[in-house]
Nanobody
Framework: QVQLVESGGGLVQAGGSLRLSCAQS????????TGWFRQAPGMERAFVAA????????YYAASVKGRFTISRDNAKNTVYLQMNSLKPEDTAVYYC??????????????WGQGTQVTVSS
């Protein structure tokens, strides 16, 4: 019984910023990793970033490294994705997902419904 709800998406101009939130409710998995993924229409879902339970370990796709920052506030059961210097190619539906065993590269068993990010030029 895990629910993940993304929020914070919207329409921004290239070069702008957004902060996405992933609120978790239901069962809490200590040591779980949380990832952000994105999918543009007609394209494959792609990994964006992931974070360990403690927040000490983070991982980024090369395409977003240096522009996006993943973080978490476990007291609020929320994971964030700060997106700066947005580009039109960042346009996608962004999903958060939870890997209960904490391995950030697979095992994402729970997924949110997604939030739309549109970057205009």
């Amino acid at each position: 019984q895990v629910q993940l709800v993304e929020s914070g998406g919207g329409l921004v101009q290239a070069g702008g910023s957004l902060r996405l939130s992933c609120a978790q409710s239901g069962r809490t998995f200590s040591s779980a990793a949380t990832g952000w993924f994105r999918q543009a229409p007609g394209m494959e879902r792609a990994f964006v970033a992931a974070i360990s339970w403690s927040g000490a370990s983070t991982y980024y796709a090369a395409s977003v490294k240096g522009r996006f920052t993943i973080s978490r506030d476990n007291a609020k059961n929320t994971v964030y994705l700060q997106m700066n210097s947005l580009k039109p190619e960042d346009t996608a539906v962004y999903y958060c997902a939870l890997a209960p065993d904490g391995y950030p590269h697979d095992g994402y068993d729970y997924w949110g419904q997604g939030t739309q990010v549109t970057v205009s030029s």
